[in-house]
């Protein structure tokens, strides 16, 4: 199989390539793309001899050009080649691992090109979920999810039959950093405070997000999108332990869930590979090794991100882009303290208060609306 990935020197880039290197035999690499990183860029294709590398950063791509002169790789720069990775002819599948709103021209060019297309990124369906769904429609369904929630959940809907068979949607969460803690508790939250999570290893934006609900919020409207459920079936599970990933409950009650230990490997893996699965070494789950799975309501008062994004799902159309960008903006001005932490929440709601949504959003509506959102929360920040 020959995959292109794009954004192949993030976290969930370099784990799609950790299974390569496993199954060489299966899989083979014939596009990678990054930003600017182009130290890594230039060992990965050393290493797996694409036909491709896209560098989106005009002048990091002339430099890996004269870098990797002596091979035979192409490289192209310029956001626009991102899209040229996606479509590459020789690829069959594609891993969308890109950051923020530049996921959502790749997927589109790679549905339309009749790719499998393995989601990472979650802008991709929060913000332009309406245009996805209709592409999907028109060239086939083809979008397989990465992120660990919403694979379990697709784990858990294999063998139903009907659609109409889904009660709810179970989506865990660990809770985050602050989980238990009140309002009052996090008036002084530094970023320093707020960059540890004890169980999964992810980047500053996601372990803040993370612990705001912010993150399970994006999710929330992930799913909405990707299972075709309104929100309301959509029901969030504080779940400390993260070993459960996420569960479907039927008409019936019967509650199938995907459970194993946290590794982004499995999820990245079976959108490769579904519906068949291969071996990954050393993620052995031993369910002796807890003493017991717990799973709680969410505190919405102190973590209201949940409620605004159920409202941003609820409505639709740009609301939900207004919902991540205003996050965005927000989080950029926490980390270089020009927001408390409890702002950033407030924040995003002021920014979905003060947005005219738009229901069926074009492209350029949703880029609009995208830069409103951050230009409104950048107003709100504290002169120092
Ligand atoms: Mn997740």
Redesign the pocket.
Known sequence: MNISILGSTGSIGTQTLDIVRDHNDTFKVSAITGNKNIKLLEEQAREFSPELVCVADEAAAKDLKIRIKDTSVKVLGGGDSIVTAAELPASDSVVVSVVGMAGIEPTIAAIKSKKRVALANKETLVAAGNIIKECEEQYGKCIIPV???HSAIFQSMQGMSDRKEIKKILLTASGGTFYGKKREDLLNITPADALHNPNWDMGAKVTIDSSTLV?KGL?MIEAKWLFDVPMDKIEVLIHRQSVLHSAVQFTDNAVIAQLGVPDMRVPIQYALTYPKRMSIPDNDLDLTEYASLTFEKPDTDTFYALELARWAGTEGGTLATVFNASDEAAVELFMRGELSYLEITEAIEYAMQSHKNIKNPTLSDIYNADKEAREIVYKRRHKA
């Open positions: 992120d660990s929630e993150n999710e």
